[in-house]
């Protein structure tokens, strides 16, 4: 990932984010690679605040730079 953009917040239930983005994804290996499922812990101070969950299939092409949108949720823990 080399950058997000156009972050927007969907919504906000119940202590659980659900997010959109433009990610850009960088893949400069020779095989198309997908991604179907990415699950990140957000941590501050090294202390876990959240977990966000990717929500949409992404197939990144070969040897490519490329613009994704991205729906994710996002867990506040702490």
């Not at 941590?43 to 959240?50: L, Y």
């Amino acid at each position: 990932i080399t950058r997000f953009k156009n972050f927007e917040i969907l919504e906000f239930k119940d202590n659980v984010l659900t997010l959109r983005a433009n990610v850009v994804i960088n893949n400069p290996n020779a095989m198309r690679l997908k991604i179907s499922d990415a699950d990140f812990d957000l941590k501050i101070n090294e202390k876990i605040v959240g977990h966000l969950s990717q929500m949409d299939k992404i197939v990144l092409p070969a040897r490519s730079q490329n613009e994704y949108p991205v729906k994710a949720r996002f867990e506040l823990t702490n």
